[in-house]
């Protein structure tokens, strides 16, 4: 099993009772909180090395940098082999900003994306748009529902029901 399958089983799957889930949910969340502090106070810097070599950098086991790993790729300007990386496999942290905010919006993640560390990174006008641009990719609209006796969308000035409406 690769070393994001046995996360995957760990974090979400059957091999963990729901009580023990919670307790590695909860460790895991402080030490992804750790390692974006870290990574966000120089997002220009690229991070870099072996799955190993960046979970000793930061405090972590690989089967945590790993599920970080796993969380994070999206957010990178170019993603990483998580389905088929080992311990000795080289990855990069390449961080698009935005696509980090906007993916932590996304995941409901406020410890992260409230992280002081982005007031250096994004303009507070720029991560409102981000939240409110994320917010509503979510929204569903329903279009507005034109009516028999209402005036024809095409504007011919005719009623619906008489004009593009005749074979609806």
């Not at 399958?5 to 402080?30: C, P, S």
């Not at 990855?91 to 994306?113: H, Q, T």
Request: glycine share 8%; hydrophobic share 30%; net charge negative.
């Amino acid at each position: 099993m690769t070393l994001l399958e046995n996360w995957r089983v760990k974090a979400y799957g059957d091999g963990t009772n729901e009580q023990q889930k919670e307790v590695l949910w909860k460790e895991y969340f402080i030490v992804e909180k750790g390692i974006y502090e870290k990574l966000l106070t120089d997002v220009s810097r690229v991070e870099q090395g072996s799955v190993k070599a960046l979970a000793e950098k930061y405090s972590t086991d690989v089967q945590t940098m790993t599920g970080f790993l796993d969380g994070i790729n999206d957010s990178l300007k170019e993603a990483n082999p998580i389905e088929t990386m080992e311990e000795d496999t080289e990855v990069r942290l390449a961080i698009d900003p935005e696509k980090l905010y906007y993916n932590m919006v996304e995941a409901k993640a406020s410890w992260l994306y409230g992280l002081p560390q982005w007031d250096a990174i994004l303009t507070e006008e720029r991560r409102k748009e981000l939240y409110k641009e994320q917010k509503a990719s979510g929204t569903i609209r329903k279009p507005h529902k034109i009516g028999r006796n209402d005036p024809c969308p095409c504007g011919s000035g005719k009623k619906y029901k008489h004009c593009c409406g005749k074979n609806a």
